[in-house]
């Protein structure tokens, strides 16, 4: 009875995480899947070693699957053979735009950032960030700032053409600010700042849901997309894959990186970090690094990709 007691609630994770049941209460649940394919291998020891071989074997199939889709995540993959010009894109969440300004530009000039997002953009953020001297080292934007969480911006230090706005018409209203950028040697890059909508509550989570299927899906066969931003959800939750296989690339994933926490804790409480913040390219683009970092004020972690383009 132990062993099941202990079994039972990790198999049936593991079921809801491969069935893509994430509805309800589950979806909140289903970002902390890497904690739990961790602690998947606890009761497998535990039936092993009182040589239960059901529950053994129930425990076994149960670790193989929660660690074959997390796994992956620790290791760096293959990338397409390019040769084109190298971008470095950060994106970061202000928090209503209590991110520290001096800090992200010190990061934009630290890092050599060639295209930057922000989400929670406020006016205020807006002016301290050009204060400490963003119009300088990314002179073309295109941005929406505004009061609290929705607004949201795109910088870049080549010039920007087709930028627009696009608001989620769901739960708090997101906005996501959008251009293509010009990459000298490269083909034009459409960059968007993502932010769907946070399944905070139960009754907000069919706003999530509805938020990231309306993301603007990859163009395999046309024009080089990223989308890079606050995505409130995890590679565990079902409607950021099927976003993927429309023809994004992970980087975080791509780079071994998919495991580093970019949300959390939250309000002190000792709730592990998640991983909700991503940079998703074309399956053109080579991934060449990716490193989360660290914004005073701020409950998220900006996230640096380096990037590679066709010629």
């Known amino acids: 009875m132990l062993c099941w007691l202990t079994v039972t609630p990790i198999a049936l994770w593991a079921a809801v995480r491969l069935l893509g049941l994430d509805r309800g209460p589950l979806v909140q649940a289903l970002a902390f899947t890497p904690y739990v394919a961790g602690l998947s291998v606890l009761p497998l020891a535990l039936a092993l070693a009182l040589r239960r ?9 149960t670790a193989v699957a929660l660690l074959g889709v997390v796994a992956p995540r620790a290791l760096a993959s293959p990338q397409p053979a390019v040769a084109g010009p190298t971008v470095r894109l950060l994106t970061a969440n202000l928090l209503a735009g209590a991110g520290d300004a001096r800090t992200l530009v010190e990061l934009v000039r630290r890092h050599g950032v060639d295209v930057l997002t922000v989400q929670e953009f406020t006016p205020e953020a807006r002016a301290a960030l050009d204060q400490a001297g963003l119009d300088r080292l990314l002179p073309h934007r295109q941005l929406n700032p505004e009061i609290g969480t929705p607004g949201s911006g795109l910088y870049s230090r080549w010039p920007l053409t087709d930028v627009g706005l696009r608001r989620n018409l769901n739960g708090w209203g997101f906005t996501q600010a959008y251009g293509t950028v010009a990459v000298p ?3 034009p890059v459409r960059v968007e ?8 509550a139960l009754d907000q989570v069919g706003n999530w849901r509805a938020d990231l299927t309306a993301q603007p899906p990859a163009s395999p066969d046309g024009a080089l997309r990223i989308l890079a931003g606050d995505f409130n959800a995890t590679l565990d939750h079902g409607p950021l ?3 993927l296989r429309t023809g994004y690339v992970d980087a975080a994933d791509a780079a071994g990186e998919g495991l580093t926490g970019t949300w959390g804790p939250y309000d002190g409480d000792l709730i592990p970090p998640v991983t909700i913040d991503h940079v998703l390219v074309d399956r053109r683009i080579a991934v060449r690094s990716v490193r989360v970092l660290t914004l005073p004020g701020s409950d998220h972690r900006p996230v640096l990709a380096t990037l590679t383009l066709p010629e």
Do not use: E, F, I, K
């Open 53 to 61: 071989w059901w529950p053994a074997a129930v425990a076994t199939l």
């Open 185 to 187: 040697g490269a083909p």
């Open 193 to 200: 700042s993502a932010h769907p909508s946070a399944p905070y």
């Open 241 to 243: 894959r099927a976003l």
